[in-house]
């Protein structure tokens, strides 16, 4: 571990939201590191805590949430003793940039695309206005925007899906920062250009050394960009490994019914895998493993204590009770054994999964 | 954008043809007529046949019928006019029978003297005050027994200011078109509107020169006068329109027959009196509301917010009529006039509280929409992301919240104009403040057809038209709206 260079270090974060009167825990108690230019995906369900944890980098969390313990050390700073915005601004855009999931909506309707985009050059790099215009040129054909001079001057509305996201990561980068959290950044594009924004973004990771933070449930983009994955679910990383670690040995039954439930994985005629029931309510203190109500595999001992962190090898970790050696032994499920042979029999056929 | 905006100008005249042809109709058909005399005096006191035919002759002349008495129908309908005009001749009979024949009723004056009338329909009425609404002046207009040989010819001459003006000779005003120092700096006399003559209040003048023209006494300056003779005078040069007869004062001063002028007063007219409280309050109203609907959207929930909704839903709570006479109340107290009247147009202290009411009137609507615009924007996700960028709060405030916020109000500015008149009702009625809000209830209640009219026809126009306004400045500072005469299609 010492030897790895880590860039962002989340030590128990717990993060809790005042929603109407009532006290809600959306980051229970998670640590994780960051390795420098590595690739990380966070994957889990709607309302685990993706987006949240990840705004915490940043200090965007919304009015009614706050981080109540925990440190989130970047830089030689724990980000956590940050009281103003003031504070904020050195790093929010700056050193960690944020790519929101809807393009669409993401840029001022109002304001021409150059605006917007020399905007943060001046703002953060204190160059004049030419200088920005240059760079922000610059950007936009790094990013793919033919006619960059001329497009300088347009408005958003007269910029396709796929352009606006180009348009959003030059935003991001203008500033180089040292960390790029892509949320859900392809899911309101169509397949095709959802490819071409994945690879952009992996390309200018490479040039620009940055560390790109993926917050995503496409288990294909996953598959695709990832170098580390970490599985988060009702709030907690239950599962972190390298993408290797986590798609072809998985070890914890959530994982197992994630990748269960890749729709590729469904034999012709048979029922697609889905996980049975709902996560648990967040409003309640949740007692021993928050899966275990919903898995296949589930033991005692889940109802009554939290397991801790086991480690598999250097680089996977799973937090569940199947990994303590007095547990019974438990075949991951059939659908996805082999999962390595059965992606590359998809793949063959083509598709963006076989561009890694 | 050039179509579309010609297509607009169409359909807003339509609309507006057609609110004042239901007012027309209305007003000619479903409020009895013998209203109009009420406040007339003069009818009070006749009786007879007097009576009867100032009676026809009046709803003959507001446009109600179509009045003929004997001798108007002996000569339209009549070879043999000397026959036809003793009572109960055969020639007569055949007159009276073929306007019977006409849809006409005959009656009879207590003298035996026949006479016909026929209300118009509703088209007919319609149709009357449309063809006779725009009166455009021409070198024929004077026709003039004792002046057949004037020229008639339009001509480029020197207005009284040095000015050159576009001039004729033979037409109803002699300078078409001239410019001088008072808005809109450029008048045009060619073009005239004619809303007919205001009865029974202001007996007699054109309704529109009632509104238009100034109030209050008459004005005398130092003017030259075309003959060369300096004098002191409230005639406004500009305005003279043909005379047949001279007096000595006109010859004196004129060389030519276009000695009937207007005349300066020392007040403004009634439109631009409400103009004047309307702009006034309405500057103030946007001055107070818009930057305090932003300082509570920027702090959404603290206690500017807070304050601020309790202002407004006080003064919206609080009924305009009511709010008005506590207002009123409050500024007595402090010595200020609680009815224009008292001293005046001259007087500061005159303008004041109603200015403070006025703007009070429209501040907590403009205060919620501005904070209403404002919270939907900063939700907006672009707002987020340019929190992401790196932007401080008040840069996202600024440079890009606003921006859109402001879009929605600055399409409602003209509107917002133009209710500062309409909307002035009250207030003007409870100072007496003479100005176009009071006139419509005055009007009203005196049944002042064509008065009515008038201003249906302005408040309509300006509404209908500030819309439009509205809607082009939009385009102004919204890059996504482009004016397309069809929908969809772009320039």
């Known amino acids: 571990m010492e030897n790895k260079n880590i860039i962002l270090s989340v030590k128990d974060l717990v993060v809790k939201f005042k929603v109407r009167d009532r006290v809600l825990t959306a980051i229970r108690n998670v640590s994780l590191d960051f390795e420098e230019g590595k690739v990380v995906a966070i994957v889990g369900e709607s309302g685990s805590g993706k987006s949240v944890f990840t705004k915490t980098f940043t200090g965007m969390l919304e009015v009614n949430g706050k981080v109540t313990n925990g440190e989130i050390w970047f830089e030689g700073e724990n980000l956590m003793t940050y009281k103003t915005d003031k504070e904020w601004l050195n790093i929010r855009g700056k050193k960690i940039a944020t790519v929101f999931q809807d ?3 993401s840029l001022n309707p109002v304001r021409t695309i150059g605006y917007q985009i020399s905007e943060v050059i001046m703002k953060h790099q204190n160059k004049s206005k030419e200088e920005a215009k240059k760079e922000a040129i610059e950007l936009m054909s790094r990013v793919g925007i033919y006619n960059a001079e001329q497009r300088y001057d347009e408005y958003p509305f007269m910029y396709s899906g796929g352009m606006r996201q180009r348009i959003v990561i030059a935003i991001a980068l203008a500033c180089h920062p040292k960390i790029l959290v892509c949320d859900e950044p392809t899911t309101a594009l169509d397949v095709t250009i959802q490819a071409q924004i994945i690879r952009l973004i992996k390309e200018l990771a490479e040039e620009y050394g940055f560390t790109t933070i993926y917050i995503t449930h496409d288990l294909g983009v996953v598959a695709n960009v990832a170098d580390n994955v970490a599985v988060m679910y009702a709030g907690q990383i239950i599962e972190y490994g390298t993408v290797e670690d986590i798609f072809y040995d998985p070890r914890h039954p959530y994982t197992w019914g994630l990748l269960s439930s890749l729709p590729q994985l469904g034999e012709k005629g048979s029922e697609l895998f889905a996980i049975r029931g709902t996560p648990p309510s967040l409003f309640e203190e949740i007692k ?31 937090k569940t009770w199947l990994l303590d050696p007095r547990a019974p032994k438990v075949d991951k499920p059939k659908q996805i054994q082999n999962l390595h042979e059965k992606i590359l029999a998809l793949t063959s056929k083509g598709g963006i999964y076989g561009e890694r | ?136 002046d021409h070198p024929g207009y004077v026709k003039d027994e004792n002046n057949p040989d004037i020229e008639r010819k339009y001509y480029i001459g020197e207005s009284p200011n040095g000015m050159p003006a576009i001039m004729c000779s033979g037409c109803q005003y002699k300078y078409q078109l001239y410019f001088n120092s008072s808005f809109p700096f450029i008048h045009i006399n060619a073009i005239h509107f004619n809303f007919g003559i205001s009865y029974p209040t202001n007996e007699g003048m054109p309704t529109w020169q009632v509104v238009s023209q100034g109030q209050g006494s008459q004005v005398s300056t130092e003017q030259t006068f075309p003959s060369g003779v300096v004098e002191k005078s409230p005639l406004n040069q500009y305005t003279c329109q043909y005379k047949p007869i001279l007096d000595t004062i006109d010859q004196r001063r004129f060389t030519d027959n276009y000695a009937n002028c207007q005349s300066y007063y020392e007040s403004p007219s009634m439109i631009n009196t409400s103009y004047i409280f309307g702009i006034i309050a309405l500057v103030i109203a946007y001055v107070v509301a818009i930057p305090s609907g932003i300082a509570m959207a920027r702090n959404k ?6 304050a601020g909704i309790v202002v407004i839903n006080f003064l919206i709570a609080v009924p305009s009529l009511a709010l008005i006479f506590f207002v009123r109340q409050i500024g007595s107290i402090f010595n200020f006039p609680d009815r224009f009247p008292i001293l005046g147009f001259e007087d500061i202290r005159s303008y004041i509280i109603p200015i403070i009411i006025l703007a009070l009137l429209q501040i907590p609507s403009l205060m919620t929409w501005t904070r209403r615009y404002m919270l939907d924007q900063s939700n907006a996700d672009y707002a987020k992301f340019a929190k992401a960028k790196g932007l401080s709060q008040k ?36 100072f007496a403040i003479p100005g176009m809000g009071k006139m419509l209830p005055d009007a009203i209640n005196a049944s002042n057809n064509n008065m009515v009219i008038n201003l249906t026809f302005i408040f309509t126009a300006l509404s209908i038209f500030s819309i439009l306004i509205g809607d082009l400045l939009m385009t102004v500072v919204d890059p996504r709206i482009q004016l397309a005469a069809k929908g969809g299609k772009k320039k």
């Open chain 1, 103 to 105: 393009p669409m909506t």
């Open chain 1, 288 to 318: 021993g493993d928050a899966f275990a109500p919903r898995s296949d595999y589930s033991l005692a001992i889940d109802f009554e204590e939290e397991p801790p962190m086991f480690k598999v090898s250097d680089t996977h970790f799973a």
């Open chain 2, 1 to 136: 954008m050039k179509n579309y905006i010609f297509s607009r100008v169409i359909k807003s005249i339509v609309a507006v043809m057609v609110v004042v042809s239901i007012v027309i109709v209305m007003l000619y058909t479903m409020i009895p007529r013998y209203k109009i005399f009420e406040k007339d005096e003069g009818y009070k006191k006749m009786s007879g046949d007097a009576r009867t035919t100032y009676m026809y002759s009046r709803y003959e002349e507001l446009g109600y019928l179509d009045f003929q008495q004997k001798s108007e129908m002996c000569s339209n309908a009549s070879d043999n006019y000397e026959a036809c005009m003793v009572n109960d001749s055969e020639e007569l009979n055949a007159v009276i029978s073929e306007y019977e024949n006409n849809g006409y009723v005959v009656d009879y004056l207590r003298n035996g003297d026949p006479f016909v009338y026929h209300d118009y329909n509703p088209l007919q009425l319609i149709w009357n005050f449309y063809s006779k609404l725009i009166q455009i």
């Open chain 2, 301 to 306: 929930g603290k206690i500017v917010d807070k």
């Open chain 2, 395 to 430: 840069e996202i405030f600024t440079k890009h919240i606003l921006k859109n916020a402001i879009i929605p109000i600055i399409n409602g500015i003209p509107s917002s104009i133009i209710l500062c008149i309409s909307g002035a009702l009250l207030t003007e009625s409870a």
